[in-house]
């Protein structure tokens, strides 16, 4: 079975699990420590205790080490596969949205933002495809209170064939809802590694979509809930698991008030897995970031400026 990552209101779920690959013969380009790879606690905080609500109180996850990363044998980018692709799937920008029953307006920051991100994000070359209406890949599978929703599962399915030949992972963007499971009321997303496929639903960023109060400052919190969705999910393809010691952009994200929380940042155990996946000099990827958080207007990352001697020299 494969290991399934969800995150969305009301239910999510992370259930079964990847083929378990043989733990890899250590070499002497992988450290045999544990400890993280930065330590700065005015640069990475802690989570809270669990509180009576919220995702960690629904569900009791065990995390993942940087070693317990290693033992899944994470797939690594190669030179015929290390693209990131964004599919917009439906109007992206400003998005007048009609379902079944209800019409409601989503608003997104510009694909080729999000492209930006990524590629300094995870160090790999990210394209944005033409975008395609959603009737023209995908019918509903239900629909909920007014919404129209469809079933990730089976639309990785129906978009697995539009995936191209040199990606490490495309991600789907759409502005209508989407869920893993029956008793789930919709989902901010989905993501899976070993195929390689992801789909951030950017519906419910503006909290009118599901009937709430809409905050005053919604406008300017919206770009940083879609980069944060994003992100997020496309970590997921690299096969990073929900974060359950750190404040880090893997956290399980239960409702607005969760995602809001949520820094973009990654934690030491996650920014140590992608360091493995892709070398590179994190004080450099740092200030790349934050020249483009810049032009975003996004928060500013955590600076770590050393190199301690346990750092992966591959």
Same mark, same amino acid.
């Given at each position: 079975?494969?290991?399934?990552?969800?995150v969305?209101?009301?239910?999510?779920?992370?259930?079964?699990?990847?083929?378990?690959?043989?733990r890899?013969?250590?070499?002497?380009?992988?450290?045999?420590?544990?400890?993280?790879?930065?330590?700065?606690p005015?640069?990475?905080?802690?989570?809270? !205790?669990?509180?009576?609500?919220?995702?960690?109180?629904?569900?009791?996850? @065990?995390?993942?080490?940087?070693?317990?990363?290693?033992?899944?044998?994470?797939?690594?980018?190669?030179?015929?596969?290390?693209h990131?692709?964004?599919?917009?799937? $439906? +109007?992206?920008?400003t998005?007048?949205?009609?379902d079944?029953?209800?019409?409601?307006?989503?608003?997104? @920051?510009?694909?080729?933002?999000?492209?930006? #991100?990524?590629?300094?994000?995870?160090?790999?070359?990210? +394209?944005?495809?033409?975008q395609?209406?959603? $009737?023209?890949?995908?019918?509903?599978? &239900?629909? &909920?209170? $007014?919404?129209?929703?469809?079933?990730?599962?089976?639309?990785?399915?129906?978009?697995? !064939?539009?995936?191209?030949?040199?990606?490490?992972?495309m991600?789907?963007?759409?502005?209508?809802?989407v869920f893993?499971?029956?008793?789930?009321?919709?989902?901010?997303?989905?993501?899976?590694?070993?195929?390689?496929?992801?789909?951030?639903?950017?519906?419910?960023?503006?909290?009118?979509?599901?009937?709430?109060? &809409?905050?005053?400052?919604? #406008? +300017?919190?919206?770009?940083?809930?879609?980069?944060?969705?994003?992100?997020?999910?496309?970590?997921?393809?690299?096969?990073?698991?929900?974060?359950?010691?750190?404040?880090?952009?893997?956290?399980?994200? +239960?409702?607005?008030?969760? #995602?809001?929380?949520?820094?973009?940042?990654?934690?030491?155990?996650?920014?140590?897995?992608?360091?493995?996946?892709?070398?590179?000099?994190?004080?450099?990827?740092?200030?790349?970031?934050?020249?483009?958080?810049?032009?975003?207007?996004?928060?500013?990352? !955590?600076?770590?400026?050393?190199?301690?001697?346990?750092? !992966?020299?591959?």
């Amino acid at each position: 079975m494969r290991r399934f990552f969800v995150v969305g209101s009301v239910w999510f779920a992370a259930c079964a699990a990847d083929p378990a690959p043989t733990r890899p013969a250590r070499d002497s380009a992988q450290p045999v420590t544990a400890d993280p790879l930065f330590e700065d606690p005015a640069a990475f905080d802690l989570l809270p !205790p669990v509180g009576p609500t919220g995702w960690r109180a629904r569900f009791d996850e @065990p995390g993942q080490s940087y070693l317990d990363y290693l033992g899944t044998v994470p797939r690594r980018p190669a030179p015929d596969a290390e693209h990131l692709y964004l599919l917009p799937l $439906g +109007e992206m920008g400003t998005a007048f949205v009609v379902d079944a029953e209800v019409t409601y307006i989503v608003r997104t @920051p510009p694909p080729e933002q999000m492209a930006d #991100l990524l590629t300094v994000y995870f160090g790999l070359p990210t +394209e944005v495809l033409p975008q395609l209406e959603v $009737g023209s890949v995908i019918e509903p599978d &239900r629909i &909920r209170q $007014g919404h129209e929703q469809f079933r990730a599962q089976r639309l990785f399915e129906a978009t697995a !064939p539009l995936v191209p030949d040199d990606a490490y992972s495309m991600t789907t963007l759409m502005v209508q809802d989407v869920f893993f499971d029956d008793a789930q009321a919709w989902g901010y997303g989905f993501g899976q590694h070993r195929e390689g496929q992801a789909v951030v639903s950017f519906a419910r960023i503006d909290p009118v979509v599901s009937g709430l109060a &809409r905050e005053p400052d919604v #406008l +300017e919190r919206i770009p940083l809930r879609a980069f944060t969705l994003l992100v997020h999910e496309v970590g997921h393809t690299f096969g990073f698991e929900h974060c359950t010691e750190h404040r880090c952009v893997m956290n399980g994200m +239960e409702d607005l008030a969760e #995602l809001d929380a949520t820094p973009l940042h990654l934690c030491p155990q996650c920014l140590r897995k992608l360091l493995y996946l892709r070398p590179t000099d994190p004080a450099a990827r740092y200030r790349a970031l934050s020249a483009l958080y810049g032009t975003l207007d996004l928060e500013t990352p !955590p600076t770590v400026d050393r190199r301690p001697p346990s750092f !992966p020299r591959t």
